[in-house]
């Protein structure tokens, strides 16, 4: 952080608006106090009257820097909100799509086959968790393009990824309910960490939560999903 005793154009701005204390010639040994009790202002925490107070004031300088400071936040919020849809994949672009997603990148898989009726629930809601949380990485694909020969039995399958990793699977349709809601797949990966739910508790009884006591974490599962692929 900048000394905000120090003489210099910007401290300057930042006083005339408020942002820092005026300056007061106090010693030298009392800085370290009136650091603690009138630090400066983050431009960030400004709340929308405070901003609009700026806007109403003449210092150009002031206000480009904070601008370049909200268009750097939103080109960085932009690169982690990249995706916002469910795409559709072969077993082809596994390895690309799932296990080199990239850094920090959870992927949600579901494989489903047409005709299954909890398949097509599932679909739907999908493309509305999507939309809600475009940093997760939403795929789906026909299960026996995706993996050869994958029983219909095990049907629906969601494989959560971070990173490449597995790190859940929840298979089967006794998992399911036909009625399976949005809000309860949304817990379910948020439980997980795919994403950053503002839920605040299951929607589902804990007691009737079958999805969350059929999720089957990496440690249990990654030879069966190694088995998949014949490794």
Request: aromatic residues 10%.
């Amino acid at each position: 952080m900048e000394d905000p005793f120090e003489d210099t154009e910007w401290n300057d701005i930042l006083r005339r608006k408020g942002v820092l204390p005026k300056k007061e010639k106090a010693p030298v040994e009392d800085r370290e106090e009136a650091d603690m009790t009138e630090a400066p202002v983050n431009l960030d925490e400004l709340d929308d009257d405070e901003f609009e107070d700026l806007m109403d004031k003449d210092d150009d300088d002031f206000l480009e820097q904070y601008r370049r400071q909200r268009i750097a936040a939103l080109e960085q919020l932009k690169t982690l909100n990249k995706f916002g849809q469910v795409r559709q994949i072969t077993g082809q672009d596994y390895v690309s799509e799932v296990n080199k997603a990239g850094d920090g990148i959870w992927v949600v898989l579901h494989l489903y086959r047409d005709g299954v009726e909890l398949c097509n629930v599932i679909n739907h809601h999908f493309n509305h968790l999507a939309q809600q949380f475009p940093m997760t990485k939403f795929l789906r694909g026909v299960s026996t393009t995706v993996i050869p020969n994958y029983p219909d039995k095990n049907l629906p399958t969601i494989f959560v990824y971070h990173e490449g990793k597995l790190k859940a699977q929840i298979i089967g349709p006794q998992t399911f309910k036909n009625n399976v809601s949005k809000d309860q797949l949304e817990w379910c990966f948020y439980e997980i960490g795919a994403v950053p739910s503002s839920m605040e508790k299951n929607p589902v009884d804990e007691t009737r939560d079958i999805i969350k006591s059929s999720i089957r974490s990496s440690a249990d599962n990654n030879n069966s999903k190694n088995s998949f692929w014949g490794e």
